[in-house]
């Protein structure tokens, strides 16, 4: 079965850190644009970080600009999530997603491929 899966989430104080990976099962993602996705209770999803197949070109949304960091190793077939200087509301359920096209993935939100998701609980 072809999936994403992500791992590194877990509870930090305000002001720490956390490294989300995201690594695919049965695929490889080299071809492959991803996109970090966050979802909170009650709220909508939301994208918060996009990396191109090559990892040439980022993006991320204005909320995590400067405190977060979006980066890959094709060696590894591996994406991660670099996250400083967390805030209570970065609180939520994170989600990697992939599709072979990064306008696509940034544009539509409906990527080839999503992940089950894991909890980055921020909060003292």
């Known amino acids: 079965q072809l999936q994403l899966v992500e791992s590194g989430g877990g509870l930090v104080q305000p002001g720490g850190s956390l490294r989300l990976s995201c690594a695919p099962s049965?695929?490889?993602?080299?071809?492959?644009?991803i996109g970090w996705f966050r979802q909170a209770p009650g709220k909508e999803r939301e994208g918060v970080s996009f990396?191109?197949?090559?990892?040439?070109?980022?993006s991320y949304t204005r909320s995590v600009k400067g405190r977060f960091t979006i980066s890959r190793d094709n060696t590894k077939n591996t994406v991660y999530l670099q996250m400083n200087s967390l805030k209570p509301e970065d609180t939520a359920v994170y989600y990697c997603?992939?599709?072979?096209?990064?306008?696509?993935?940034?544009?539509?939100?409906?990527?080839?491929?999503w992940g089950q998701g894991t909890q980055v609980t921020v909060s003292s």
């Open positions: 997603a992939a599709h072979r096209s990064l306008w696509t993935l940034i544009s539509s939100g409906r990527p080839d491929y």
């Open positions: 049965g695929f490889t993602l080299d071809s492959y644009a």
């Open positions: 990396i191109s197949s090559s990892g040439g070109r980022t």
